[in-house]
């Protein structure tokens, strides 16, 4: 089975056009929208920072260059869904969903939020219980939840983390996006890609040095990409291979350094 080649789009006071355009010349199969943050914040009211960009004119140049659409929940104080007050946390993930919705997205990537000290676990919790909440309105939408797990101060950000948030979920319909990056980090990356291998419906592939999230080429870091995709094919996911990334770099390049890998893998086998 062919991958599903997908990659970040972050859109610049710019037109649309030439973001979809450059996706489907290179050969990618989707893109994940992610709308402008100022000091690290989201302003999902304006998706481009001059000009808004109307959810029409993304599904139009969606279905025009057959790019399928994944999108990224916004970020910051008013999207920490397991802080905030129950009925608010629940309606700032149901906008987050019909967002998703407006441009055909069927996949939502969300953070939790930042939570720091012994409220950690109790926040994971209820930000679980908020997600069992919304599950069947994001399947009514035809969007499929994807938590992310993050790191340092984020919570969800180790396997433990992540298996308590499945555990009070207790919903099928939530599933988790793997940030290989924010995983090296926290130094489990190859455990929870396959201790949570069921869970999993997306990803953010980027790699780093351990220093920094940094959201480099793969092979440019210090990620085991070989040990990685062992894993990933031991859990049986065919999901996107989604890239996050903050260097330059051509599909034609990323598919390459990612079969090299692949075939390693399976001669090893042989």
């Known amino acids: 089975m062919n991958p599903i080649w997908s990659k970040q789009i972050k ?3 710019q037109p649309l056009r030439p973001l979809f355009e450059d996706a489907a010349a290179e050969g990618y ?3 994940e929208w992610r709308s ?3 000091n690290g914040v989201t302003v999902p009211e304006t998706d481009l920072l001059e000009r808004p960009a109307s959810a029409g004119e993304i599904r139009a140049l969606s279905d025009a260059f ?3 659409m994944a999108y990224h929940a916004p970020q910051g104080p008013l999207w920490r869904f397991g802080v905030l007050p129950y009925p608010e946390a629940v309606a700032r993930l149901q906008e987050s969903v019909r967002r998703a919705a407006a441009i055909n997205a069927g996949i939502l990537t969300f953070h939790l939020g930042i939570v720091l000290g012994e409220t950690r676990t109790a ?6 219980r908020v997600c069992r909440a919304v599950a069947p309105f994001a399947q009514d939408h035809g969007v499929r939840l994807c938590v992310e797990n993050v790191f340092d101060e984020h919570s969800v950000a180790t396997v433990e983390e992540c298996e308590i948030f499945f555990e009070a979920v207790a919903d099928p319909r939530l599933h988790l996006t793997l940030d290989t990056g924010h995983a090296h980090l926290c130094g489990c990356l190859y455990n929870m890609a396959e201790a949570l291998g069921d869970r999993l419906a997306f990803t953010h592939i980027h790699d780093n040095d351990l220093s920094y999230d940094t959201h480099l080429v793969p092979g440019n870091g210090t990620i085991d990409w070989k040990r990685l995709i062992a894993g990933l094919d031991r859990a ?3 999901g996107p291979l989604n890239f996050e990334l903050r260097e330059d770099a051509l599909l034609p390049e990323i598919k390459q350094i990612w079969e090299d890998h692949r075939n390693s893998v399976h001669r ?3």
């Open 123 to 128: 926040a994971i919790r209820q930000g679980a």
């Open 268 to 270: 090893k086998k042989v």
């Open 11 to 13: 859109p610049q006071p």
């Open 29 to 31: 199969d989707m893109v």
């Open 66 to 68: 057959r790019v399928a």
């Open 236 to 238: 049986g996911y065919t």
């Open 36 to 38: 402008p943050t100022v």
